[in-house]
């Protein structure tokens, strides 16, 4: 029998605190929030019980900061799509981000295994004033277990509407996707990063931003692909191909820790989920 989870966080102001707000149905937790910062920002540790999604499964997670608020959300472990008889396993999520908030949206890797149809959707709204910092990785396959994503299809969708948009599909069979220079070059792990901002971000910091975090990514571990640009006045992106997870998650932290500061004058230390 199919799962159907939903989620729905509210990050509310209460005088100098972000507080937690939220409702679930289904198979879809929010562990206790935790203030490792200090009362302004409250970071959350989204757990999926089932620990993973087979076909017919959906989870539908909803969050929205107000104004002035700050969140860190991320996961225990990878999202992981299983092998489907024929249904759309699918994980959707929406945010919306009211004037001054501030997201950090940084869960560990989604896993599409072979013989999954997959479909992964994320996509925020900005008011003025508003900034998110995320990333989406994704491995295909689990190369190291003997288990290459040979059969099965992923679709992955990140937008912000009117700003961004980033949209594929990734079919197992399409040797020339996964095979060509111009598509994945023969790797199996990808991911996107980005900061992105309700307002235009001015040039002088943007390009502050954008040095930043390009030399932060030099001497990246070998194997790995990664480069950054600013596609827009309120966007900067950061692009990674790699043959396993752990090489790119390790860039992407470091780019994390240095887009933290660099934005928002905050310390890069890891969250200790990602250390267990």
Request: aromatic share 6%; hydrophobic share 40%; proline share 8%.
């Amino acid at each position: 029998m199919p799962w159907h989870a939903r989620l729905q966080l509210e990050y509310r102001r209460d005088a100098d605190r972000t507080v937690l707000h939220h409702a679930h149905e289904g198979p879809l937790r929010v562990l206790k929030s935790l203030y490792p910062e200090g009362h302004a920002i409250c970071h959350n540790v989204l757990v999926h019980p089932p620990a993973g999604l087979v076909g017919g499964d959906r989870l539908d997670i909803d969050i929205r900061l107000q104004s002035g608020t700050h969140a860190l959300i991320s996961t225990p472990g990878a999202t992981r799509f299983y092998r489907s008889e024929g249904e759309l396993a699918q994980q959707h999520v929406r945010v919306q981000l009211e004037a001054g908030a501030r997201l950090e949206w940084v869960p560990l890797e989604t896993i599409a295994y072979p013989d999954c149809i997959a479909h992964n959707h994320w996509s925020a709204t900005l008011a003025p004033g508003a900034e998110c910092l995320g990333w989406d990785v994704c491995a295909l396959g689990l190369p190291g277990a003997g288990q290459p994503f040979d059969r099965g299809t992923l679709t992955q969708h990140l937008g912000i509407p009117g700003l961004w948009r980033e949209e594929a599909t990734i079919d197992a069979a399409d040797t020339r996707l996964l095979q060509s220079p111009l598509g994945l070059g023969g790797q199996r792990c990808m991911g996107t990063l980005w900061l992105a901002s309700g307002s235009p971000l001015e040039r002088p910091r943007r390009e502050a931003l954008l040095e930043a975090v390009r030399a932060a990514l030099e001497g990246a571990p070998e194997g790995v692909q990664v480069a950054a640009t600013c596609p827009n006045p309120q966007m900067l992106v950061v692009r990674g191909l790699a043959p396993l997870v752990e090489p790119l998650a390790t860039v992407f932290q470091r780019a994390w820790a240095v887009l933290r500061a660099r934005a928002w004058g905050l310390p890069g230390t890891p969250p200790r989920i990602w250390r267990v």
